[in-house]
């Protein structure tokens, strides 16, 4: 992590993500193809949860490319979100805003809240408006006290400046925190 005096600009790797709600222009086609139907992991994921309707599905190439995004987005942030039949509801608690990316937020802060919690300190006493992190998009425009509020989950159970995850979707990430701690691999999450 890095600041641009000059920009003003704070480069971050893992710290904080910003996922976009429109896909990238650079979305590989293939992964367009693989990831907007119904390919057979969403099949078997539907299969598991019974559906009744078979969901919307997209039509237009728009609609294709979105529908793959959201659904490669929710893999990579949570490995088994709830639901890819329809992402939608999902995608939003995450899309476009700046925030902790699940897998940070539950597997590694939480387990270090306190210094993770300090290092925010220290870095919200830099003079920065924007921040670029590693993955998705950049830059973000933002403020000290909003690239703070990212972290507000470690202070508040319920914070509304913090994006609440949905349950159904963490609910792999906690397992694994599960397993994680009671093999003393990882802290039990104390609140600071």
């Given at each position: 992590m890095s600041l641009l005096n000059r920009t003003k600009?704070?480069?971050v790797t893992d710290a904080v993500i910003y996922v976009p709600s429109e896909p990238p222009e650079v979305l590989d086609p293939r992964a367009i193809q693989r990831y907007s139907g119904l390919n057979l992991v969403v099949r078997l994921q539907k299969g598991?949860?019974?559906?009744?309707?078979?969901?919307?599905?997209?039509?237009?190439?728009?609609?294709r490319?979105?529908?793959?995004?959201?659904?490669?987005v929710l893999?990579?942030?949570?490995?088994?979100?709830?639901?890819?039949?329809d992402p939608q509801s999902s995608f939003r608690v995450v899309a476009d805003r700046l925030l902790v990316a699940p897998v940070m937020r539950i597997l590694v802060f939480k387990s270090i809240s306190r210094a993770v919690l300090d290092w925010v300190?220290?870095?919200c006493e830099w003079d920065f408006k924007r921040?670029?992190?590693?993955?998705?998009?950049?830059p973000v425009a933002t403020s000290p006290n909003e690239?703070?509020?990212?972290?507000?989950?470690l202070e508040v159970e319920d914070s509304t400046t913090c994006p609440q995850l949905r349950p159904e979707d963490r609910s792999l990430l906690d397992s694994i925190r599960s397993l994680l701690e009671d093999a003393g691999v990882i802290l039990p999450f104390r609140r600071t």
């Open positions: 600009t704070l480069l598991f949860r019974q559906h009744a309707e078979d969901g919307v599905q997209p039509e237009t190439k728009e609609e490319s979105l529908w793959a995004w959201m659904r490669i893999l990579v942030l949570y490995f088994r979100p709830f639901d890819l039949v300190q220290d870095v921040v670029i992190p590693a993955h998705f998009e950049g690239f703070r509020q990212c972290f507000s989950f």
